[in-house]
């Protein structure tokens, strides 16, 4: 299984950026997905989550109504469209795929619950 990230970068306060991710070696329309997040020397945390069909997702509090999470299942794509961008938002950021929860209807942001990680793509927002 291979999970690729991309779309991070160095932006200011208050733009936009989408996050996409990549997933190949499953099947695909079957796995829950997720994206985490890691700030500088802080842990790493649960962003927002998508249940196999789509039809139920999940956020952090912190990003509620400012961060959207899709999935394109015909191109095996995760997406994370991410607005007004905040310096708290800077991290490392991770897709994450699952084949241990594909039956739950509901998601979850809990790292227990995905077995196949990317590397990251770094998002910095500048002040």
């Known amino acids: 299984v291979q999970v690729v990230e991309s779309g991070g970068g160095l932006v200011q306060i208050g733009a936009s950026l989408r996050l996409s991710c990549q997933v190949s070696g499953l099947t695909f329309d079957m796995a829950p997905l997720g994206w985490f997040r890691q700030p500088p020397g802080k842990e790493r945390e649960g962003v927002s989550c998508i249940n196999y069909s789509g039809t139920n997702t999940n956020y952090v509090q912190s990003v509620e109504g400012r961060f959207t999470i899709s999935r394109d299942n015909a191109k095996n794509t995760l997406y994370l469209e991410m607005n007004s961008l905040e310096p708290e938002d800077t991290a490392m950021y991770y897709c994450?795929?699952?084949?241990?929860?594909?039956?739950?209807?509901?998601?979850?942001?809990?790292?227990?619950?995905?077995?196949?990680w990317g590397q990251g793509t770094q998002v910095t927002v500048s002040s």
């Open positions: 994450a795929a699952t084949t241990l929860t594909w039956w739950r209807p509901v998601c979850r942001t809990e790292a227990t619950d995905f077995n196949y």
